[in-house]
């Protein structure tokens, strides 16, 4: 079952504008991360935050977590082309195992 | 590019068939999971391997099963195939089982069964 639900599903943006995700979930976690897919390939890990931490930055990434509203946000700040992808929020319960959203996705036109 | 390696890429099998999908982790993991990923889905846990043993199974059933061995590289066997189970089957290592370490997974193996 899909714990987390990403919002929107699909997004359209310029080279250069912001580029925001949001994600929900149902249950505790002990942990959050954002992940990147391109082409249906692997999944590429971009950022993890833990339950008690509210935001954390990574490069132009910027991630905030609400625990009281099971929610979690994605910031690409001054997006680029390469930046066209699939990506999923996943939660961690505990124990490493993964339970992700349907994703976003994002597409950069130049 | 991480350093944990999928086998095959692609494969065709009908239904009825068996197959069998590798992993091979990332230096230093003992930890493997497999998730399976349906077209336009997010991946959903199959099961995850710890130091050889099973440790936690997500909505499967049984014709799923795994092997993980002593270097830590891991199995997927499927029997039966249906239809169904055309995805994407994605192998996953961690440093160590616990709590906030991140996963890195492989390209994927594309299954298509017919």
């Known amino acids: 079952s899909q714990q987390g639900e990403e919002d929107p599903q699909a997004l359209s943006i310029q080279e250069g504008e912001n580029a925001t995700m949001n994600c929900s979930y149902k249950?505790?976690?002990?942990?959050l991360q954002w992940y990147r897919q391109n082409s249906g390939r692997g999944l590429v890990h971009l950022i993890l935050?833990?339950?008690?931490?509210r935001e954390k930055h990574s490069g132009r990434l910027r991630v905030t977590l609400d625990t009281s509203k099971k929610s979690s946000s994605l910031l690409i700040t001054a997006s680029r082309a390469a930046d066209t992808a699939s990506y999923f929020c996943?939660?961690?319960?505990?124990?490493?195992?993964?339970?992700f959203g349907k994703g976003t996705m994002l597409l950069v036109s130049p | 590019e991480t350093g944990v390696t999928q086998s095959p890429t692609h494969l065709i099998k009908t239904r009825g068939q068996q197959v069998t999908l590798r992993c091979s982790s990332q230096?230093?993991?003992?930890?493997v999971s497999w998730y399976q990923q349906a077209l336009g889905q997010g991946p959903q846990f199959i099961f995850q391997?710890?130091?050889?043993?099973?440790?936690g199974r997500g909505n499967f059933p049984p014709r799923f099963s795994g092997l993980q061995f002593p270097n830590y590289s891991s199995e997927l066997n499927v029997n039966a195939l249906e239809l169904d189970d055309s995805a994407l089957y994605l192998c996953?290592?961690?440093?160590?089982?616990?709590?906030?370490?991140?996963?890195?997974f492989g390209q994927g193996t594309r299954l298509t069964v017919v």
């Open positions: 935050i833990r339950s008690n931490e």
């Open positions: 249950t505790s976690i002990n942990n």
């Open positions: 391997y710890y130091r050889e043993e099973e440790n």
């Open positions: 996953a290592s961690s440093p160590r089982q616990g709590m906030n370490t991140e996963a890195f």
């Open positions: 230096s230093g993991h003992n930890t």
């Open positions: 996943a939660t961690d319960g505990g124990y490493s195992t993964l339970t």
